[in-house]
Antibody, heavy 117, light 111 residues
Framework: QVHLQESGPGLVKPSETLSLTCNVS????????WSWIRQPPGKGLEWIGY???????KYSPSLKNRVTISGDTSNNQFSLKLNSVTAADTAVYYC???????????WGQGTLVTVSS | QSALTQPASVSGSPGQSITISCTGT?????????VSWYQQYPGKAPKLMIY???KRPSGVSNRFSGSKSGNTASLTISGLQAEDEADYYC???????????FGAGTKVTVL
């Protein structure tokens, strides 16, 4: 059974870069697509983008100028970098497996990242 | 503002059926058979309940069903139970540029 776990700093200063890693166990990231999705406190879900082991990436149009998603197949993990953060980027960040037509499943437990000085 | 429109809340008594709507456009919900629904308990990660408009993943109760007509998708929960009290989000593929759009979520309350 595939399990995902996010890790990274819980506090980032404005204008700096948010960096998170998702460790995948129970399955290889050399299959499927691997996504980052976020949820501001008390609000809805927002898709950030995905990584495919072939090197293909896709990003939300609203974030594409600030986001990079990459993968490390040797360590079976993938990462998110979001630069020039502001308070609006404060959210719970989830990593998840994107099975394309068959939905996003499973999801990691999520990690809260707060942008504040 | 979310791309897909959902009611903020829906409620029902145990045993009843409720339906949550998810309205999009001809560029997303109405153009692809790729609406999915997610259940989220407070402080927990979302869980996939429905994919490809109407299909249920293995392990999801058959009390949950999905449907779609035009630009509006729906999630129906039949035989409502206390454990169904959660937030529900719809999501649609919206083409190769936008990719995924979500609704703002619907809070289901079991009276």
């Amino acid at each position: 059974q595939v399990h995902l776990q996010e890790s990274g700093p819980g506090l980032v200063k404005p204008s700096e870069t948010l960096s998170l890693t998702c460790n995948v166990s129970g399955g290889s990231i050399s299959n499927y697509y691997w996504s980052w999705i976020r949820q501001p406190p008390g609000k809805g879900l927002e898709w950030i983008g995905y990584f495919h082991y072939s090197g293909t990436t896709k990003y939300s149009p609203s974030l594409k100028n600030r986001v990079t998603i990459s993968g490390d197949t040797s360590n079976n993990q993938f990462s998110l970098k979001l630069n020039s953060v502001t308070a609006a980027d404060t959210a719970v960040y989830y990593c998840a497996r994107d099975k394309g037509r068959t939905g996003v499943d499973p999801w990691g437990q999520g990690t809260l990242v707060t942008v504040s000085s | 503002q979310s791309a897909l429109t959902q009611p903020a809340s829906v409620s029902g008594s145990p045993g009843q059926s409720i339906t949550i709507s998810c309205t999009g456009t001809s560029s997303d919900v109405g153009n692809y058979n790729l609406v999915s629904w997610y259940q989220q308990y407070p402080g927990k990660a979302p869980k996939l309940m429905i994919y490809q408009d109407t299909k249920r993943p293995s392990g999801v109760s058959n009390r949950f069903s999905g449907s779609k007509s035009g630009n509006t998708a729906s999630l129906t929960i039949s035989g409502l139970q206390a454990e169904d009290e959660a937030d529900y989000y719809c999501c649609s593929y919206a083409g190769s540029n936008t990719f995924y759009v979500f609704g703002a979520g619907t809070k289901v309350t079991v009276l």
